[in-house]
Nanobody, 120 residues
């Protein structure tokens, strides 16, 4: 049972990246899945969370309108499309599985993290 995050990299301000989080050993659709980030010297911040049981996706105010989270059940993968990136988005991004199918910040499985650097 694991989550594999990928897609990070170096991007200029205003650019875009798409992060992926592939699940193995369980069905993503049975649980809520979140993206969390940690910037250097800062605490972890919840970025977004998708809950299929009530068909809701939640976003932090700092990323609303710029980031979009989606799920591909056929590939058992969630994505985070990040547009209009800002330097403040620089962080290690983690995907995490909730214990159930609601976004309660009760994570029981983490991916390994992927680094996003926004710099010119």
């Amino acid at each position: 049972v694991q989550l594999q995050a990928s897609g990070g990299g170096l991007v200029q301000p205003g650019g875009s990246l798409r992060l992926s989080c592939a699940a193995s050993g369980f069905t993503l659709d049975d649980y809520a899945i979140a993206w969390i980030r940690q910037a250097p010297g800062k605490e972890r911040e919840g970025v977004s969370c998708i809950s299929t049981i009530n068909d809701k996706t939640y976003y932090a105010d700092s990323v609303k309108g710029r980031f979009t989270m989606s799920i591909d059940n056929a590939k058992n993968t969630v994505y985070l499309q990040m547009n209009s990136l800002e330097r403040e988005d620089t962080a290690v991004y983690y995907c995490a599985k909730e214990e159930g199918n609601y976004c309660l910040k009760e994570y029981d499985l983490w991916g390994q993290g992927t680094l996003v650097t926004v710099s010119s």
